[in-house]
């Protein structure tokens, strides 16, 4: 039985005590076990098994009280279009002053099929634009100087590292977009082979899933087919043959944050593209918990995870099911909890606490995207967005790791929080991996929304980060995350009690949550 009371101003904020006896590790875990269970499919976005699990949801909520807050009923449906690049009709080679050299797709170029439909074919010059960074409000534009019309833009990992890691993923988020208005025809990412999180091998298994975007224009990056792939990075000195640069000196450079140049490539991508199209249907699951304060009740705090995964795909040890366990039937579950936590806590909400259970994630933040944009409530009464995707319990919470808390005055309200649960806050510990871009928290913070993403705290070099590293390059994406894999139930409650704190904290603050003055996300807010 935990109590924790966290008190600001004159309101006190409440976790409640459960009652003896009850198992909340268990009940959440029963949750996950549900979602993740091989009925369900691995829950891909526009298939059956994902209707089942947002039939689940639809459920659990409705159990809670939550109220529909969908265009029908809890749902909120959403028009996409699938694109599988088939492979066998499709082909890749680099030209250079050696002659032609064949690349095999997705053996050695994945071509990604998300954000449009893709070029049917191109035979276009490749451009290095170093880390691919267009930040000149930073001081800092790996494009100053480079024509990238008409080319294919090839951009390595990492960044300098006098720039923060939420800037660099903001950068990195908007390059497909600002580089198609710039007139370049594709983009090519490199990764260093120190950077690399999930195996080339493993990367080449998802590779043969179908892609979605979304079927109306405007809510997508590009307007037109844009390109965006790649390499195995045991391939990727390719690229620069002839070029009188080497790689390996450009990715040792890019581990140590070092600068990076840009220059023209002597190289020319030759690419046939075959791709298959269809429509499909998926929806977010959207309900929310009335106010109870008669003006405040009109404001929304945003609680969101997503629901889909990766579903059926290339057989791994003879599994072909991508259950997505703790990516991310486990966030779900945790929303479901919360919602029991708020709903039975001594302290009502005052305002309304939004639940958004989201599809497409794994395709592009795609779903997120769409309710930030076409809230089921008016845009400009949603106060801020605590995303809950992948927090990892397969080591003690000890410390927590709120992805954006120094960007708004949400990170007071967490530090608060901190203090009161004894989990102190952690830096992001490894900023180039992009997480601030690469979760539904971003749909909202472009939306002007302030945010926060919720991992377990650990610091770079310790044990914590060997078992992280472990499980991304073993388990991350793969059919291996499943309820067969070892979790600590128990500690996803301490983190679920910590969201719930910082949520009723933020629902029953006198003022909206607000960008911190010196952020760069400020920009985005309405």
């Known amino acids: 039985m935990h109590t924790y009371w966290i008190g600001f101003s004159l309101l006190m904020v409440t976790v409640p005590a459960f009652a003896a006896g009850e198992d909340r590790g268990a009940t959440w875990w029963s949750h996950v076990q549900t979602l993740a269970s091989d009925a369900y499919e691995g829950r891909a976005a526009g298939t059956p098994g994902y209707d089942r699990a947002a039939d689940y949801v639809i459920a659990q909520f409705g159990s809670l009280g939550l109220k529909p807050a969908g265009t029908e009923g809890y749902k909120q449906p959403i028009a996409f279009i699938r694109q599988t690049i088939i492979a066998q009709g499709s082909s890749a080679a680099l030209i250079g002053a050696g002659g032609e050299r064949a690349l095999s797709i997705p053996a050695d170029l994945i071509i990604s099929g998300s954000g449009g439909p893709v070029p049917e074919a191109l035979d276009t010059p490749l451009v290095f634009a170093g880390y691919g960074l267009h930040l000149p409000e930073a001081g800092h534009d790996d494009f100053a100087g480079l024509d990238v019309k008409g080319k294919i833009v ?17 950068a990195r988020s908007e390059r497909s977009g600002w580089l198609a208005k710039m007139g370049a025809l594709g983009l090519i990412q490199l990764v260093t082979p120190k950077q690399v999180e999930i195996p080339w091998s493993r990367r080449m298994a998802l590779a043969s899933q179908p ?11 590009t307007r037109r087919p844009f390109l965006n792939a790649q390499i195995d990075p045991a391939r990727s000195a390719l690229l620069f043959a002839g070029s009188g640069r080497d790689f390996a000196g450009i990715a040792g450079a890019a581990d140590e944050a070092a600068p990076v140049p840009s220059f023209p490539l002597a190289q020319r991508l030759k690419v046939k593209l075959a791709a298959e199209r269809t429509d499909l249907s998926s929806s977010n699951i959207v309900g929310v918990m009335p106010g109870s304060d008669p003006r405040l009740a009109k404001e929304y705090v945003v609680l969101s995870a997503h629901l889909d995964g990766y579903g059926v795909g290339t057989p791994i040890g003879g599994d072909s ?56 409530v008016p845009a400009e009464a949603i106060v801020a967005n605590l995303n809950f995707d992948m927090a990892l319990p397969i080591f003690p919470l000890t410390s927590v790791t709120p992805i954006g808390y120094d960007q708004s005055t949400l990170g007071k309200e967490a530090e608060a929080v901190s203090q009161q649960m004894n989990l102190p806050i952690t830096p992001d510990p490894f900023p180039d991996r ?16 302030p945010a926060l993403f919720f991992k ?20 991350y994406h793969s059919p291996r995350d499943d309820v067969n894999q070892p979790v600590m139930p128990d500690q996803s409650v301490k983190l679920n009690d910590y969201v719930a704190a910082v949520a ?16 760069f996300f400020r920009r985005f807010a309405r």
């Open 434 to 449: 992009n997480v601030f871009i690469r979760s539904d928290q971003y749909s909202f913070i472009l939306e002007g929304v």
């Open 504 to 519: 009723l904290r933020v629902a029953n603050a006198p003022a909206r949550p607000a960008w911190n003055r010196d952020s």
């Open 456 to 475: 377990y705290g650990f610091k770079a070099g310790t044990r914590e980060a060997e078992v992280e590293k472990a499980w991304r390059a073993n388990v």
């Open 321 to 376: 099911i991508y259950n997505g366990a703790l990516d991310n039937a486990s966030g779900v579950a945790s929303l479901i909890e919360i919602a029991r936590t708020l709903r039975d806590g001594p302290v009502r909400s005052k305002r309304s606490i939004l639940f958004a259970i989201v599809t497409a994630e794994e395709k592009g933040l795609l779903g997120s995207r769409y309710f930030a944009r076409k809230p089921t």
């Open 154 to 170: 090839v951009v390595i990992s990492g960044g300098p590292s006098h720039i923060s890691g939420a800037l660099k993923s903001h």
């Open 211 to 221: 892609a979605l975007f979304i079927k109306d224009a405007a809510l997508r990056d």
